[in-house]
């Protein structure tokens, strides 16, 4: 759907535990041997990014594998490709333009041939076979020892790395060690499998389209086809070179393919390197691609070392011209030197997980999913303040890469919390979209404010159904609720001043517009006709999430404006005018906040999910046949769906905990109890929220199974569709899960809150948070809890309710159990 | 939108009334100069229908119009084309495969020649003009006095009829009278202004197609272009022939046309004809279109009468050869003769005012609208049992020409009463579609039971939106309506046995699987997310007009069983068997009978729209800017919409009209009242059903103000958009409004209830009514009520709950005021 099902359950056979393909490790993830099978979900699994360029782990030999079985994705973070949407009918404010993130050229193809032989997994004998993604240090090395059908006998090892210090560079090295061939079986053939010109062939391929459609049943605005118009390609001894243009959007982009070669003696490590000169290069170019092919005389004892340097520019992001800016890039790379890359991939990535990494001990099951999960939003989100991040990252064509809430509510926590500055640059992102934002509210017919767009990449909105895409209006109140949490945790003043303020005005300014005060309950504030984050529920009266949502945006809002008076004489009036706020528009603002309406059952004193939700009909599983029941949409009409009393997914449920400050223990239960009954877990982003709010009313068993499905759920694919990308917001709801969930963090009462639980199955954990620009490094086993200020002067949390103040001096408490 | 607007207000300058451009007359309706920028209106006023072709009242020259100032048009009933649909997001269950009633090879154009100089109105001099619809005998004629630029001067009479006795065939004739010539200024130019040949061109013109995606912004899946392939094209003395098949339907159409010539001796009016030999007969054909020419010597004192028949055989029902079918059928024509089809056609027409007709004395201005009306539902309504009746009949492309339940809500109650042959072919169409219905039913999970489309011509879904297409659900329950309105009224027990009994309980199967028993609301029936005839307030929850039609279709379905089992030993038990109908599933039906949810306000004491309603924004008209008033879809999202605590047109009040004996007077009024003030009158279906029960209410000035909007909607063009066709509901309305209005006609009591009342401005106004093999005229002034029984044995009814009985010997009661 519009929202976040397409493709999601596709050939889903959500909640069956996948045979696991890859050892427990702590910090790796590795591959044992190549199956073909396994290999378009592996390209998903070390598929590598920096938030700007992503690519997929596909295999440096380019197999010309079908669509049923790999996808070859080169993607740069918000260059995408529109073209016209069709609807079955168009009504006014429906999106005219699609946003497609676009797949790129691919630069990665390196084939190696030995003595005309082309290494090639398929034939030949592999010895032995590893591949490994290093996620402590940012890599991929894949390790093969391989004899070719003609018996030549040699090691490859690949590596390749998307580079977290040089936005615009992947790199690659391939390694080419020549194994001691065997004795022929007669002396007059000696020699015969001795390797004597080592060939490298690398290879821009322009030729590339998007393939979701075609595997996609719901996306059903036509083929997308090449979009590329090729504008330049061309190959030199120095440099591989594409550029295109989009058909529609009319973006261009550069791609820039340079290598350097050298010899090392072989075993020598990472010692010195000799230059390797080419017997012969041959260059050629075709309509849309560039080759280069060297040969090398294999010299004895040594082995040929052969980088690669992938640049991409885009003319989003470089004024000049795109070719100059990848030859000076590929210049740059080469004087670092491939060595040298991958060094500074390591201290980025070690500085990463210095506040990010979470230990679980006694189950590394668990800790390598957590781990991976973690590595993968880390290296997908948009640093760069003009781009968000994808609902599968960078990972995968899915979602036509589209931005959506999952950003603000589930990945932008975790890096409040440990990477501040990627969260400020993702808001960043969104606050350039204001513009739009405020254009796409007077469309639906809001005379003020603005009204942030369902999904897209541009800032515009590219929901093409809008019963579950523009009708989920809660994204407002998620911006603003992340906008807030940003500055709560960081006391950023200065972002609140020159960003926040204004992006909750402006969100408050469409809640205030949207609903009214209703004679009818009780001169309570009712919002009407929208989707909740719970997509089986669309359009919908008083959706029990948004109104609580809207609510708090308001107070939010209200309360900037009163912090705005503090500082400074000229802040508060320069702000109100502005924006041309009055008096009377925030007294409504108030009254609002102090009489939203909320749907409540009486009898079971819970909060259904909306107006109508008690009067739908009551689920039964039995009428739908197991092939069918985690395909809903894809089976039923959506008013067949929209007549069941059950839930996607999280809903009301996580309001409740996002705001828990403000409900009882009781209440929490109660409502727990009852989402439990009717929610289906049919989206990612659910079992995570059921997990934390399972820990909060001690339902602790329950929590630490819901983690469990949630910390390995694309590692173990249990969705069955890992092959199409990363569930970005679920990897970052396992973070939630151990930090919110089991040490119970809490800051929505405006203080900071820890109640650390361990799960009996575990020994403890560890992590780190930052709060108020002090970290707070938390290890809790089950006999001790241990809490160490590791940078700061002090810091103030309160643990179960008991305040602790840790400073420079006194920098560690400890407290038995 | 997908429902009832599409087009409709799209140019419109709804409720302004355009200037009157036809003088008032009490049987026809005529137009008295040419005016370019009235002809593309004029074509609706004109067209002609006999329930199977359709044809506009385009002019026999055939001009080359913009497709801004008219439209040919032929039609067929029941001919459509499809093409696959396109959707921004695909859903399961959305249709797949469109249905456009297909615009057809036209055969009309006929071009008269003087001397080579053709006869055409926007050259020469036009020295009299005068087009006339005859009412009362159902064909047109056209009497144009010219001069031709060369000074030749003529009269022409065209005359045009749709057989109501042939239903494959449309006759035209010309006649062309030569008039005296001016004498020329110099002598030696004598008979310079004397015509001395007249030529005749008859042209057939496969090169058709159809034009409303061209100026209907909503319609949004892509261009029609041409649809039809030729299969064959030929032209004979004897025939033009043309043969298409459809692309993607694969229906197949055939057109034939015929003619023939005569003299006759001027102003001998309609006496002996000779045939009339052309000098010379040229046939021509392209690649889809036929020609014929013909020249005839002018014969002094003598008129050449050149007539034309057209005939249309489809794949659809004709079993042989379509070419020979339509040279049968034209011989039969020519045998037959123009004079003796025009005859039929009075005695057609006669046989139908006879029942129909609705006098208004004291206002003809009413009158004649009321006549209009009546005539262009009566010509417009499929009466073969395989076709329905588009919302614009076969006046326009509008609407793709799909049935919706205009039908069988507005046009049909008229043809119970007046017309019971006609009205049950209707619903013999309906029934012939009830095995998609059922499948459909399975699409949107209901395991048992049928549910109707809410736009079709073949039967199936073709709702390209679903929130104003599919979720009206009310669609079944409106049908099943008509099957019982039909067999209360006429009586007819075979029907009921063999059609409606059956529609009636697979259409209440659906309700008793939609809903279900909510807790929440007292354990009454709830019916969730379903959209009501105000296409306003979409996908509500409990709409109320929904869950009344719900109810009364399954009280019906208990009845039809109960009565079944009264009709002899094997009729009920054959029944249940073959629809297996079990106990428990009629005791669950008179659960739901006895347990419907009805939504409520306490304090206002009325029944609002649905649940959601009162908590929507009140409506304020001074936001919108005048000239996007009417135009709410076009100008504003769906969801700003859905917001607002308005309505677009009659919903509760017309279930509260068609069930008005379940209400107090004082339910009635006050929810009149409530409704009165929130709706807009946006749909032309809207001011009719207030006006009826503005009467009921004794609002009589109100009922009267309705009365005259609708009953000269059309002719007066108030929507502004009478260009793309007849609004049928509304014309059907005008009937509903005397007959229920004024004159009090209720029969769902269970018996024939009237309480004539007679506006202010009218002296009276008379009716015909059929009721159960019986036929009542009804006379009423201000002074007296009169009421003959004028056909069959005895009828009794309650005149203001005064039961009155006629009888063949006593026919007549008259009463004084």
Redesign the interface.
């Known amino acids: 759907?519009?929202g976040k099902n397409?493709g999601e359950d596709r050939k889903g056979m959500h909640g069956q535990i996948c045979p696991r393909i890859y050892p427990i490790e702590d910090w790796n993830v590795t591959e044992l041997s190549f199956e073909r099978e396994n290999n378009y979900r592996n390209e998903t699994t070390f598929a590598l990014s920096n938030g700007y360029i992503g690519t997929r782990g596909t295999l440096e030999e380019g197999y010309d594998f079908s669509i049923e079985e790999g996808l070859e994705g080169n993607f740069v973070n918000g260059f995408y490709e529109s073209e016209d949407?069709?609807?079955?009918?168009?009504?006014?404010?429906?999106p005219e333009k699609s946003q497609s993130l676009l797949n790129l050229p691919n630069g990665k193809r390196t084939r190696i041939f030995l003595d005309g032989e082309m290494f090639d997994l398929r034939k030949g004998e592999v010895r032995s076979y590893k591949r490994t993604l290093f996620m402590k240090e940012g890599f991929v090395r894949r390790e093969v020892d391989w004899v070719s059908p003609g018996g030549k006998a040699v090691e490859l090892v690949f590596e390749r790395l998307v580079s977290m210090t040089h936005k615009n560079v992947m790199a690659q090295r391939v390694i080419v060690r020549l194994l001691d061939e065997r004795k022929p079986e007669r002396e007059e053939e000696s020699g015969k499998y001795k390797v004597r010109k080592i060939k490298v062939q690398s290879y821009l391929d322009g030729d590339v389209e998007n393939h979701t459609r075609k595997t996609n049943?719901?996306?059903?605005?036509?083929p997308f086809g090449k979009r590329l118009e090729t504008e330049r390609c061309e190959a030199s001894e120095a440099l591989l070179y594409y550029e295109g243009r989009t058909k529609k959007s009319g973006l261009r982009i550069g791609c820039g393919v340079a290598t350097e070669a050298g010899w090392k003696n072989s075993g020598s490590g990472e010692g010195e390197e000799m230059p390797a000169e080419p017997l012969e290069c041959r260059v050629e170019t075709g309509g849309c691609y560039a080759k280069a092919e060297r040969e090398f005389a294999a010299e004895a004892g040594k082995e040929l070392v052969f980088d690669t340097y992938i640049v991409y520019f885009s003319s989003q992001d470089a004024s000049g011209s795109l070719y100059d800016a990848s030859v000076q890039e590929c210049g740059r790379c080469r004087e670092i030197g491939y060595e040298r890359l991958k060094e500074e991939q390591r201290e980025a990535f070690h500085n990463f997980w210095k506040y990010a990494d979470v230990k679980i001990k006694g189950d590394d099951r668990l800790c390598q999913g957590m781990r991976f999960n973690l590595f993968h939003i880390m290296q997908a989100a948009g640093r760069d303040g003009k781009t968000g991040m994808g609902a599968k990252g960078l990972s995968g064509e899915g979602y036509e890469g589209h931005y959506f809430w999952d950003t603000e509510m589930y990945i932008l926590p975790v890096f409040v919390y440990t990477a501040p500055e990627i969260a400020k640059a993702l808001l960043e992102y969104r606050y350039s979209t204001l513009e739009q934002a405020r254009a796409r509210a007077r469309?639906?017919?809001h005379?003020k404010g603005a009204l942030f767009p369902w999904r897209t990449i541009n800032g515009e909105e590219a929901s093409?159904?809008?019963?579950l895409g523009?009708?989920q209006y809660h994204i407002n109140a998620d911006i603003a609720y992340a906008f807030s949490l940003y500055v709560d945790v960081t006391g950023d003043e200065t972002f609140f001043m020159e960003r926040a303020a204004e992006v909750l005005c402006e969100t408050a300014r469409v809640w205030a517009d949207?609903?009214?005060f209703?004679?009818?309950?009780g001169d309570r504030y009712?919002i009407?006709?929208?989707t909740g984050p719970d997509e089986y529920n669309?359009?919908v009266?008083?959706n029990f999430y948004t109104n609580l949502m809207a609510r708090e945006n308001i107070r939010d809002a209200v309360k900037a404006l009163e912090r705005l008076k503090g500082m400074g004489e000229e802040a508060y009036p320069e702000f109100v005018k502005r924006l041309g706020i009055t008096e009377e528009e925030v007294a409504y603002w108030k009254r609002i906040v102090e009489n939203m309406?909320f749907p409540y059952?009486e009898?079971r004193e819970i909060y259904?999910l909306d107006?109508?939700f008690?009067?739908?009909?009551?689920w039964d599983d039995s009428?739908i046949p197991p092939e069918k029941r985690h395909l809903l949409?894809?089976?039923?009409?959506?008013?067949?769906v929209?007549?069941q009393r059950m839930s996607k997914q999280a809903d009301a449920v996580l309001g409740m905990l996002l705001h828990s400050n403000l409900f009882t223990m009781e209440e929490l239960k109660r409502n727990y109890d009852f989402y439990q009954e009717v929610t289906l877990h049919h989206s990612s982003l659910s079992t995570c929220i059921f997990g934390i709010l399972a820990c909060q009313i001690g339902y602790y068993d329950e929590a630490h199974e819901y983690f469990s499905k949630s910390a390995r759920m694309d590692l173990d694919d249990h969705h069955n569709n890992f092959y199409a990308g990363i569930h970005a917001a679920n990897m970052a709801g396992t973070w939630l899960a151990v930090v919110y969930g089991f040490a119970g963090l809490r800051t929505n009462g405006g203080k900071l809150e820890l109640k650390p639980y361990v799960p009996e199955a575990w020994e403890g954990y560890s992590f780190t948070v930052r709060y108020l620009g002090a970290t707070l490094f938390v290890e809790s086993s089950h006999r001790e809890r241990c809490f160490v200020l590791t940078e700061g002067k002090e810091l103030r949390f309160w643990l179960e309710g008991k305040e602790i103040i840790l400073s420079e001096k006194e920098n560690t408490y400890r407290e038995e159990i």
């Not at 093409?464 to 019963?467: D, G, L, R, S, V």
């Not at 209703?518 to 309950?521: I, M, Q």
């Not at 008690?614 to 009551?618: A, T």
């Open positions: 759907m519009a397409a949407i069709r609807y079955g009918e168009w009504n006014y404010g429906f049943p719901l996306v059903d605005y036509g469309v639906l017919g005379p093409t159904y809008f019963p523009t009708a949207v609903g009214c209703a004679e009818a309950k009712c009407c006709a929208v669309a359009i009266d008083n309406y059952d009898k259904p107006d109508g008690m009067m739908r009909k009551p009428r949409y894809e089976n039923y009409h959506p008013l067949f929209y007549r």
